[in-house]
């Protein structure tokens, strides 16, 4: 789905409302080290789905707090932002920063699996003269 300039601002600024609520008005031990990755706000405002990124063996308690404090996050953007609804908050893991350290460490194994190969080459060839 094609975003327009609006609607990215509006995204950006739920994302950055409730990074700053979970940063300073929620005080569960579960959500601290949860970064919140991206936004989408439906286009009537009623519907924010909110991706978020943590350490891998703290994505159930993460969603449990969540779940728990969704109410709480719920009212307290609607005090910090003026729309003419607080829409609905759905939590999401998003898994895409642990793609991504997987395949840098792919790619970063593959390259010293080929510095090796190549030093043992040239170290053949050197035996050779």
Same mark, same amino acid.
């Given at each position: 789905? #094609?975003?327009?300039?609006?609607?990215? #601002?509006?995204?950006?600024?739920?994302?950055?409302?409730?990074?700053?609520?979970?940063?300073?008005?929620?005080?569960?031990?579960?959500?601290?080290?949860?970064?919140?990755?991206?936004?989408?706000?439906?286009?009537?405002?009623?519907?924010?789905?909110?991706?978020?990124?943590?350490?891998?063996?703290?994505?159930?308690?993460?969603?449990?707090?969540?779940?728990?404090?969704?109410?709480?996050?719920?009212?307290?953007?609607?005090? #910090?932002?003026?729309?003419?609804?607080?829409?609905?908050?759905?939590?999401?893991?998003?898994?895409?920063?642990?793609?991504?350290?997987?395949?840098?460490?792919?790619?970063?194994?593959?390259?010293?699996?080929?510095? #090796?190969?190549?030093?043992?080459?040239?170290?053949?060839?050197?035996?050779?003269?």
């Amino acid at each position: 789905m #094609k975003q327009s300039a609006s609607n990215r #601002k509006v995204n950006e600024q739920a994302r950055e409302v409730i990074a700053s609520i979970l940063l300073f008005d929620v005080s569960d031990p579960r959500l601290h080290l949860v970064t919140i990755t991206g936004c989408e706000v439906s286009y009537d405002r009623s519907v924010c789905n909110v991706y978020y990124t943590t350490d891998p063996e703290r994505y159930a308690g993460a969603q449990s707090a969540f779940e728990a404090a969704a109410g709480h996050i719920r009212s307290l953007m609607a005090k #910090k932002l003026s729309w003419r609804v607080a829409p609905e908050l759905r939590f999401y893991v998003d898994t895409s920063v642990d793609q991504a350290e997987a395949i840098s460490q792919a790619l970063n194994s593959e390259r010293e699996h080929q510095e #090796k190969r190549i030093e043992e080459e040239t170290i053949g060839e050197d035996r050779e003269y």
